[in-house]
């Protein structure tokens, strides 16, 4: 099973919107500045907030990502937590966690045995961190 047979993507921007923030590395800052045509440091100023000692991408008033505006507009640079969605570490901890974050979302696909949820999670992760 592939993960394109258990998520596809809808566009909706559902997952840019509250879940805490998008924390951001610093290679994530580093390539979103350069995208903008920022300074890295005053990318953290002005595009992000801390959450402890860790910087998240901020939010607008209406609760989604500051770049979000109908679209992603930072998409070809989102950060790594964003290019990993919905195939997340959490999910291998408890696959109730795919369950709720579909709740939420409308391509994930829930009729799916949670085994190879956990598969096809594994497999993206491996892809990801490489």
């Not at 005053?42 to 607008?60: E, H």
């Not at 990502?65 to 570490?89: D, L, N, S, Y």
């Not at 949670?114 to 594994?122: A, P, Q």
Request: with cysteine.
């Amino acid at each position: 099973m592939k993960s394109s047979d258990i998520f596809k993507c809808k566009k909706c921007g559902d997952c840019c919107k509250g879940y805490g923030g998008t924390f951001v590395t610093e290679k994530d800052i580093i390539t979103i500045a350069a995208y903008i045509k920022a300074d890295p440091e005053q990318f953290v100023a002005d595009y992000c907030r801390m959450s402890g000692k860790k910087p998240v991408l901020a939010q607008g008033k209406n609760g989604y990502c500051i770049f979000w505006e109908g679209q992603c507009t930072i998409h070809p640079v989102k950060p790594r937590m964003c290019k990993a969605w919905p195939f997340i570490e959490s999910v291998l901890i408890d696959v109730n966690n795919w369950h709720i974050m579909a709740s939420s979302c409308p391509g994930i696909r829930i009729d799916v045995p949670g085994s190879l949820v956990k598969e096809c999670v594994k497999k993206e992760l491996s892809k990801n961190h490489n």
